[in-house]
Nanobody, 127 residues
Framework: QLQLVESGGGLVQPGGSLRLSCAASGFTLDYFAIGWFRQAPGKEREGVLCISKSGSTNYADSVRGRFTISRDNAKNTVYLQMNNLKPEDTAVYYC?????????????????????WGQGTQVTVSS
């Protein structure tokens, strides 16, 4: 059974940092692009950033310079490092997998391309 599990969410003050993890089970991430998405109350889900199987990345303008994504294929895990958090970053964060991508490489922020989703983890930025 293919499964993604997010962890690392919580409450943090503005300007603080959090690191989210996305662990895969039932499949290896080597041939998958991984995206992080978020959904705030009353808003549509939005793509935050993603990483392709080769390691190229794509970022939403709202998080550029503050968030970074990395992958550790040996641990079958992708990480989202969030620095200088703002109240507007408050949302449920989801990781998702696009693939397997064998013949080509891509990383997109459109949720329509992602086939497998985690259950989400809450991030709250508040003083």
């Amino acid at each position: 059974q293919l499964q993604l599990v997010e962890s690392g969410g919580g409450l943090v003050q503005p300007g603080g940092s959090l690191r989210l993890s996305c662990a895969a089970s039932g499949f290896t991430l080597d041939y998958f692009a991984i995206g992080w998405f978020r959904q705030a109350p009353g808003k549509e889900r939005e793509g935050v950033l993603c990483i392709s199987k080769s390691g190229s990345t794509n970022y939403a303008d709202s998080v550029r310079g503050r968030f970074t994504i990395s992958r550790d294929n040996a641990k079958n895990t992708v990480y989202l490092q969030m620095n200088n958090l703002k109240p507007e970053d408050t949302a449920v964060y989801y990781c998702a997998a696009d693939g397997p991508l064998v013949a080509f490489d891509r990383c997109v922020l459109s949720d329509h391309e992602y086939d497998y989703w985690g259950q989400g983890t809450q991030v709250t930025v508040s003083s």
